[in-house]
């Protein structure tokens, strides 16, 4: 199981969202994260003073899937996150060691995304 | 006068066309008397619209404060606007008005304490007892001293303990505003100097500078927020955290400011309020677009809060003029107030930590608006005894010593307010920072005053993100149940 953790421009989440449920992919957790890169700050003006902003406003995105899945996610978040500018956003891939879903308490690769063989109530 | 007499000679045309016979001279001082009652009610209706209309001026003071704030230092606003006009209430019916115009001396008045009906107030001649009138004058006058009060807290946001509220409003609405009111508008030292007024129509200095002069005297104890300044003394920007809430202030001073210059008039004849209205208006205008274009100047953007310091800059500017001006000089007064107020701002920064600029909006440019008076001042409009403004003297043909004269009569008014209060105020926050503390500890301050002062959050869900979970109700979802402590150590959430 590998985990991905990707920090992307706000607006290249829903085209990845979108995707990766088509791909069969429904499970992510999005956070709302600053950091600094090569990227510059920001540098607002308030009452006639400059204030830089240090750090920028990105997304964080984190998908876990199967061995086999990860190049797939990997090349969908590529297709969408990619402008060509600096701040775009990186991509780390992480092993996980357990999965467990908290309903049932089964464990392993079968929880982490498919969904299509149960019933999911509304 | 005349129109007044006018008005009673046609109803008694009127009375004698309908009551054949009626028309005798014992009727027509009748009807004349009768005209006479009406008038002066019709006077303190529009004194009573103006006076709800500076009461308003309180939420202005609050939003424009508020958004000036982080969000951390959003509700304690609302709670010190709340409790100042509160006790400034009672100081001023108690002690305050009895100062300011209970007759007596130069300096004091000495009757109209505990404020009742029947009560003779004023010595001699001008002694009255007070009736209806009196009390719509009196809750007038409060009006203006609890506006100039919540001038004085605008460079103390996100800093000060609480109790230094309590103390200070009630000095303030007792004794400080009281003094400078006597002295320009209570018959008392300033309303004659060598035989001159000072002519301050409705407040730039007795409310605007007295505000701004005990905001200096509070900021100069209570030293600069955590992080204004960096290691090496140069400032910091702590931006506020809603420029909509600065605008929804300013426009509701703005509002405002029709019922405080309009309703000075204290009189409803010849319509006067209206061009007082209209001075109001146009130097609030000039006010945006002088700020508009210093700020610019300065750093090419439009800066949203500049843009409403630059009103209440004009509206500040004209408060003491409006009554005496012509219309052309209203934007020229309102156009430098915004040009001042920027750079006074930019200037006072690097100094002093006056997160909503009170200190350049209401003390200088009330400065400049009482000075203004005698620049600007027309022969047409100023008060018996007073001078015309040096424009006339230069350009027209008003003697030039009288007018210089004014001037300098002018320059008196700023010099005492400021004498004044300075004194009795750095006195009085001396005395709150040697025995219950002026400023919150640090700890406090880095969480913010809300959760501190208050033990709650302005905006909870921006802190706490599930309130409903950390208030000790009973609950089966385990730790998170577990109520938030007092004083949460949020430093490493903080908004700024």
Known sequence: MKKIEAFIRHEAFEPIRAELLDRGFPSLSMLEAKGSGRQKGIVEQYRGSTLTVNVRPKLKLEIVVEDKDKPLVVETILKHARTGEVGDGKIFVLPVE???????????????QSHSEEEIPA | MKKKLGLAALFAAFAALILPGAASAASI????????????????????VACVLVFLM????????????????????????????AIVTIAWWVLGYGIAEGGGNDLFGTSGFFFHFDQTIGQGEEAFNVAGPDAMLMLYGLAFCAVSLAIVWGTTLERIKFGAYVIYAAVFGAIIYPLVAHAVWGGGLLSDIGGKPVMDFAGSSVVHLTGAVGALAALLLLGPRKGKYDASGNPRVIPGHSMPLVGLGVIILWIGWFGFNGGSTFETSGSFFGEVMLNTQLAAAAGVIGASIAVWLKSRTLDVGMAGNGAIA??????????????????IIGIFAGFLVVYAVLAIDKVLDDPVGALSAHGLAGIWGTLAVGIFASPRLIV??????IWYGVFGDEPLGTALGQLGVQACAVVFTFVVVFAISIATFAAIRATIGLRVSEEEEEAGLDISSHGMYGYPENFI????????????????????????????????
């Open chain 2, 465 to 496: 993100p599930e309130p409903e979970y950390s208030t000790g109700l009973p609950s089966t979802m385990g730790p998170m149940a577990t109520p938030a402590p007092a004083v949460s150590p949020m430093s490493t959430t903080e908004s700024a």
């Open chain 2, 314 to 331: 004009g509206l500040v500017g004209i408060t003491a003029p409006s009554g005496f001006v012509e219309y052309w000089a209203a934007p």
């Open chain 2, 384 to 389: 018996e005894g007073a001078g015309p403004g």
């Open chain 2, 58 to 85: 309180q939420a202005g003071f609050m939003f424009l404060e508020i958004g000036f704030s982080r969000q951390k230092n959003a509700g304690t606003g609302v709670a010190k606007v709340l409790v100042n006009f």
């Open chain 2, 29 to 48: 001082s009748e009807v004349s008397g009768l005209v006479g009652e009406k008038t002066s009610e019709l006077d303190m209706v529009w004194v009573a």
């Open chain 1, 98 to 112: 357990e999965a467990i879903r908290i309903r049932t308490g089964e464990d392993g690769e079968p929880v982490l």
